[in-house]
């Protein structure tokens, strides 16, 4: 898929900063930045991102699986976590919200792209 279109849901600028850019370094076309799981949500279903890049830990009354679930019922959009908490009860929650990978952080560019590859081959096979 050319040019697929991202959504970063990340509530450190900067760390929204940068992978923005390694995002771009890619091909990979990012239609926002948002700091919040209501503003996420939102913006994805005006922007209608082909994925959503998700932190857990967000800004706001939600946090980021809040937020993917929403997401993923509202506007069938797929969400890859990307994220430094892996606890196993998080981990309980975020397989509930049916995601398309989860990163942690801090991860390598190359297992950045990879993930997001295999996520648009996957929603590709499902159409």
Do not use: N, W
């Not at 279903?45 to 997401?71: T, W």
Request: charged residues 30%; glycine residues 6%; negative net charge.
């Amino acid at each position: 898929m050319d040019r697929a279109k991202l959504l970063i849901v990340e509530d450190e600028p900067e760390v929204a900063e940068t992978l923005e850019l390694k995002l771009k370094k890619f091909g990979y076309t990012v239609v926002g930045r948002e700091s919040t799981a209501e503003d996420a949500i939102e913006k994805a279903g005006q922007m209608l991102p082909d994925i959503v890049l998700m932190d857990i830990e967000l800004s706001g009354k939600m946090d980021g699986i809040q937020a993917a679930d929403a997401i993923r019922k509202k506007h069938h959009i797929p969400v890859i976590y990307i994220t430094a908490i892996c606890d196993t009860k998080t981990l309980e929650r975020v397989g509930a919200s049916i995601p398309y990978g989860y990163l942690l952080k801090p991860f390598k560019d190359d297992e950045l792209h990879t993930v997001i590859e295999i996520a648009l081959e996957t929603m590709a096979k499902k159409v």
